[in-house]
C-alpha cells in the first residue's frame, strides 16, 4: 500500500509538472509568433473587431495542414493570380495573402474558396481592413522569400546590360523605370540564373533589374536555392509588353516560361 501511494504521488507530481511545461511552452509559442506577425507588419488589433470593414486586396488563407510553407501556398495561388506577399507564421495554420490589384484577389479567391489543398479544402475569408501595413517594395520582397541580387543597384544592372551588348543610352540610364515594366517568369529551370534570364529577356529592350526568387538551403546553411520564379523590370512599358508577346513559352534551360505583366516593383 505504501508503494502504491508513492506512486501516486509521484505520477501526479510529475503530470502536474508536465502541464506546467506545456502551458509555458504554448505561452512561448504565442509570444514568437506575435513577434514575427508585428515584424511582418500584421496589425493584430484589427483582428479583434468583429465589425471591421473588409480588405479587398488581403485574404486569410484557413485550414492549411501543418507543416505547410509559404512558397507552398505560393505556388497554388500563382496558378490563378500572383500575390504580392504571403505570411505564414512557422507552424501556422493560417496564412495572410495580400494582392496588389483587387481583381487579381477576387480571381484567387473565387477559383481557390474550398477547393483541395493538398488533402484538405481550403478555407478563405477576407481579412480586415488595415491588417498589413504598407511596406516598400523591397521590404516586401524579402518578406516573400526572394532575396534580392546583392548589389543590384541601378547602375550594375547597367553595366552587366553593357558587358551582354546592351548600350543604354544616357536618357534612359538618368530616368526611372516606367510603369507597368515588371515581367513576372514562372517554371524557371532550378539552375537558371540571373545573368541567363537578363540575356534571354535583353533581346526585347533595355532592361532595368533582374531578380530570381530563392531560400535559404536547409540542408546548407548559406546557400540558396532557386524557387523557380523570378522578375524581369524593363525601363520602357512598350519593350515589357514585347517581351510577353515575343518571349511568351520560349525554352531557357530546358524549361518552357510563362509571362505575366506583374503589378510589382523587382
Known amino acids: 500500500m505504501v508503494t502504491v501511494g508513492v506512486s501516486g504521488c509521484f505520477f501526479r507530481d510529475l503530470l502536474k509538472t508536465f502541464e506546467v511545461r506545456l502551458a509555458l511552452g504554448e505561452t512561448q509559442m504565442v509570444t514568437e509568433m506575435r513577434e514575427y506577425l508585428e515584424q511582418e507588419g500584421v496589425s493584430l488589433d484589427v483582428f479583434g473587431q468583429a465589425s471591421a470593414p473588409r480588405s479587398k486586396t488581403v485574404v486569410l488563407a484557413k485550414n492549411l495542414p501543418a507543416g505547410t510553407t509559404a512558397e507552398e501556398l505560393r505556388g497554388a495561388i500563382c496558378k490563378h493570380a500572383e500575390p504580392s506577399r504571403v505570411v505564414?507564421?512557422?507552424?501556422?495554420?493560417?496564412?495572410?495573402?495580400?494582392?496588389?490589384d483587387p481583381g487579381d484577389?477576387?480571381?484567387?479567391?473565387?477559383?481557390?474558396?474550398?477547393?483541395?489543398?493538398?488533402?484538405v479544402p481550403l478555407y478563405l475569408e477576407w481579412a480586415p481592413l488595415d491588417a498589413l501595413k504598407p511596406r516598400i517594395a523591397q521590404k516586401a520582397i524579402e518578406t516573400d522569400g526572394v532575396t534580392p541580387e546583392d548589389g543590384s543597384t541601378k547602375k550594375k544592372s547597367e553595366e552587366k546590360a553593357k558587358k551582354e551588348g546592351e548600350t543604354l543610352s544616357s536618357d534612359e540610364e538618368e530616368e526611372e523605370p516606367e510603369e507597368n515594366t515588371t515581367i513576372f517568369v514562372k517554371n524557371l529551370n532550378f539552375d537558371t540564373t540571373k545573368e541567363s534570364l537578363q540575356q534571354a529577356f535583353s533581346k526585347c529592350g533595355a532592361i532595368y533589374q533582374v531578380?530570381?526568387?530563392?531560400?535559404?538551403?536547409?540542408?546548407?546553411?548559406?546557400?540558396?536555392?532557386s524557387m523557380g520564379y523570378g522578375f524581369v523590370q524593363y525601363y520602357r512599358t512598350r519593350d515589357a509588353k514585347r517581351s510577353i508577346k515575343e518571349l511568351q513559352h520560349c525554352a531557357l534551360d530546358g524549361h518552357s516560361l510563362e509571362l505575366k505583366l506583374s503589378q510589382r516593383a523587382t
Open 88 to 100: 505564414l507564421p512557422p507552424n501556422g495554420v493560417t496564412a495572410i495573402v495580400e494582392f496588389a
Open 105 to 119: 484577389a477576387r480571381n484567387a479567391f473565387t477559383n481557390l474558396a474550398y477547393s483541395k489543398f493538398k488533402h
Open 211 to 225: 531578380t530570381v526568387a530563392t531560400k535559404k538551403d536547409a540542408k546548407a546553411p548559406g546557400r540558396l536555392l
